[in-house]
């Protein structure tokens, strides 16, 4: 079973930033698509952020220009950094992955999933 953990999850204050890793127990190269999504509370999950098996990226609206992911094979991680964080971007994040495929911002496309962890902006 494929296993995924994500850390750096914290509190900040308005216009601070984070780093966010995943650690895959996969070797990650092998995935057609990774990504962060983020949920509130009462709130559909959103996804955040896509790279695909070649390093293109994708991004939600509202995070482009701040938010930036990536990743190293070589350590089988996935990163999501942070920057000029809004109170709105307070949510639990979670880390996906996919094994075929094209990069979606659909939940349901995913197969395998982390435990999250949560990022809280205060302004």
């Known amino acids: 079973q494929v296993q995924l953990m994500e850390s750096g999850g914290g509190s900040v204050q308005a216009r601070g930033s984070l780093s966010l890793s995943c650690v895959v127990s996969?070797?990650?190269?092998?995935?057609?698509?990774m990504a962060w999504f983020r949920q509130v509370p009462g709130k559909e999950r959103e996804g955040v952020a896509t790279?695909?098996?070649?390093?293109?990226?994708t991004y939600t609206d509202s995070v482009k220009g701040r938010f930036t992911i990536s990743k190293e094979n070589a350590k089988n991680t996935l990163y999501l950094q942070m920057n000029s964080l809004k109170p709105e971007d307070t949510a639990m994040y979670y880390c996906?992955?996919?094994?075929?495929?094209?990069?979606?911002?659909?939940?349901?496309?995913?197969?395998?999933w982390g435990q999250g962890t949560q990022v809280t902006v205060s302004s």
């Open positions: 790279i695909n098996r070649d390093g293109s990226t």
């Open positions: 996906a992955a996919r094994w075929f495929g094209y990069c979606t911002g659909g939940r349901s496309d995913y197969d395998y």
């Open positions: 996969e070797n990650i190269a092998s995935f057609r698509c």
